[in-house]
């Protein structure tokens, strides 16, 4: 029998943000941009999963590896009605700090992607350098974030997830 605290659904859309379909580095005016990153999700192996954009595509880490998704959605703006710039739909969200497997209590994550087998994936945020790097989080990752560096799928114990801003 599964573990129902990893099945049942804790991450939901949220009505500021959509999924825009991109291609080769590219991304358009309205896409989230954080320390001068954009983040994006692609289908790969049988799951969608979160990393971030470069010139050369869409960087997840999967299977001990950095894979490059050339066909990717990014995360952007969803503009019209009342929402008429990306740093308001930016504002809807905070940074929430995690160590090891997410317990989100109280805390809503965007929802970002999944599995091949359903469980959610989130947006981490990773300490790196002197910046950051972007990738996925979930209640079943216990050794912590997964991002993509230099060929390589790494794993963070210590990283921030984007949640819903008014949750606590």
């Known amino acids: 029998m599964a573990d129902q605290s990893l099945t049942s659904p804790v991450a939901q859309d949220h009505w500021a943000t959509t999924w825009a379909p991109e291609s080769y580095g590219q991304f358009s005016a309205n896409a989230f941009n954080y320390d001068g990153q954009h983040i994006g999700r692609g289908d790969y192996e049988g799951g969608v999963h979160p990393g971030f954009v470069t010139n050369q595509g869409l960087h997840i880490g999967y299977g001990g590896k950095e894979v490059i998704l050339k066909n990717y959605q990014v995360l ?3 503009i019209g009605g009342s929402l008429t710039s990306v ?82």
Do not use: C, T
């Open 76 to 78: 952007s703006a969803n």
């Open 87 to 168: 740093s308001q739909a930016q504002d809807q969200f905070k940074w929430k700090a995690f160590h090891g497997e997410v317990r989100p209590q109280f805390n809503i994550p965007l929802k970002a992607g999944h599995e091949r087998d359903g469980k959610e994936l989130y947006i981490a945020r990773i300490r790196h350098g002197e910046g950051y790097i972007y990738g996925k989080a979930g209640r079943h990752l216990v050794e912590g974030a997964s991002y993509a560096f230099r060929g390589v799928e790494h794993r963070a114990m210590d990283y921030d997830v984007l949640v819903f801003q008014g949750n606590e």
